[in-house]
T-cell receptor, first 113, second 118 residues
Framework: QQQVKQSPQSLIVQKGGISIINCAYE??????FPWYQQFPGKGPALLIA?????SEKKEGRFTISFNKSAKQFSLHIMDSQPGDSATYFC????????????FGKGTKLSVKP | EPEVTQTPSHQVTQMGQEVILRCVPI?????FYWYRQILGQKVEFLVS????????KSEIFDDQFSVERPDGSNFTLKIRSTKLEDSAMYFC????????????????FGPGTRLTVT
């Protein structure tokens, strides 16, 4: 299965709160899991990425948690800010591929001041 | 900071017409990609290109689509006979290396070309 399933579709969080977005996959050949952030009218931009040999990666306020056995990974945004309001896509790439990304359906995050 | 550029930003065309979408990848990148995003939906992989040939393509990338790197800087996507369902945002992306060597490199996306087929 080539799909990456993402939830929720939309998320509203108060400023300072924690935003959590979840993704799941079936294909164990996936071995690279990036998160992309997209603002309206812009292309996706890499936010943070993880390989399945680690269970967590943190960069500033953004953390990826990875559960290899459950085939799930999630993005946590700590101390969410209005400037974080964007659409977030999880993605996966398959080992041996040319790096083409398979994206989830996206989560529209709104952070209320 | 280097960036991927795309032209035009918006293209309106009539059904059945040919369109060419243009991209200038980051100069030292070797792998090039086209993705599309139908309004409100997920980003979908179309094709990857390396060493002047297609590396991989999705089911979406049928005979109506073609890609070309006509010179050392441009990377184009051609749709020969557009259909209404081709209306979407088309993103070009590039990266220095793909994951074949076991490493992963960020794909940089351009701002996209919005294609509207009427």
């Amino acid at each position: 299965q080539q799909q990456v399933k993402q939830s929720p579709q939309s998320l509203i969080v108060q400023k300072g709160g924690i935003s959590i977005i979840n993704c799941a996959y079936e294909n164990t050949a996936f071995d690279y899991f990036p998160w992309y952030q997209q603002f309206p009218g812009k292309g996706p931009a890499l936010l943070i990425a993880i390989r399945p040999d680690v269970s967590e990666k943190k960069e500033g306020r953004f953390t990826i948690s990875f559960n290899k056995s459950a085939k799930q990974f999630s993005l946590h945004i700590m101390d969410s800010q209005p400037g974080d309001s964007a659409t977030y896509f999880c993605a996966a790439s398959m080992g041996g591929s040319q790096g083409n990304l398979i994206f989830g359906k996206g989560t529209k995050l709104s952070v209320k001041p | 900071e280097p960036e991927v550029t795309q032209t035009p930003s918006h293209q309106v065309t009539q059904m059945g017409q040919e369109v060419i979408l243009r991209c200038v990848p980051i100069s030292n990148h070797l792998y090039f990609y086209w993705y599309r995003q139908i309004l409100g939906q997920k980003v979908e992989f179309l094709v990857s290109f390396y060493n002047n040939e297609i590396s991989e393509k999705s089911e979406i990338f049928d005979d109506q689509f073609s890609v070309e790197r006509p010179d050392g800087s441009n990377f184009t996507l051609k749709i020969r006979s557009t259909k209404l369902e081709d209306s979407a945002m088309y993103f070009c992306a590039s990266t220095w290396a793909a994951n074949i060597a076991g490493g992963y490199y960020e794909q940089y996306f351009g701002p996209g070309t919005r294609l509207t087929v009427t």
